[in-house]
């Protein structure tokens, strides 16, 4: 089927197809940092917001506030994930057509 102007359906959905598998690559290879408590917790994430690995200070364990290392550590882990949305954000903005990027 085309559309005016020429346009193929097909040739469309094709594109689509092969844009979103690139995209789902480059999120799985994506590997983000996060700190929190200025750098006590550290929390590594991919792009598909697996938790790679998360670092503690030492010195806060030994403080012995377990509460605010909780605190800081589901601070770590929401920073990662909205490095890993905005990266997604930017990546998908870039694959879209002039003016259509600014959608998301």
């Known amino acids: 089927m085309k559309f005016p102007g020429g346009m193929n359906i097909q040739q469309m959905m094709k594109q689509?197809?092969?844009?979103?598998?690139?995209?789902?690559?480059?999120?799985?290879?994506?590997?983000?940092?996060?700190?929190?408590?200025?750098?006590?917790?550290?929390?590594?994430?991919?792009?598909?917001?697996?938790?790679?690995?998360?670092?503690?200070?030492?010195?806060?364990v030994k403080e012995g506030d377990v509460e605010m290392l909780q605190d800081l550590i589901v601070a770590a882990v929401n920073e990662a994930g909205r490095k890993v949305d905005e990266a997604m954000k930017g990546k998908l903005g870039g694959m879209l057509p002039p003016g259509l990027g600014g959608m998301f």
């Open 16 to 60: 689509a197809q092969a844009m979103q598998e690139k995209m789902a690559k480059e999120m799985e290879e994506m590997v983000v940092d996060a700190t929190a408590g200025g750098g006590v917790v550290t929390v590594q994430m991919r792009g598909t917001k697996e938790v790679e690995s998360i670092k503690i200070d030492p010195e806060a």
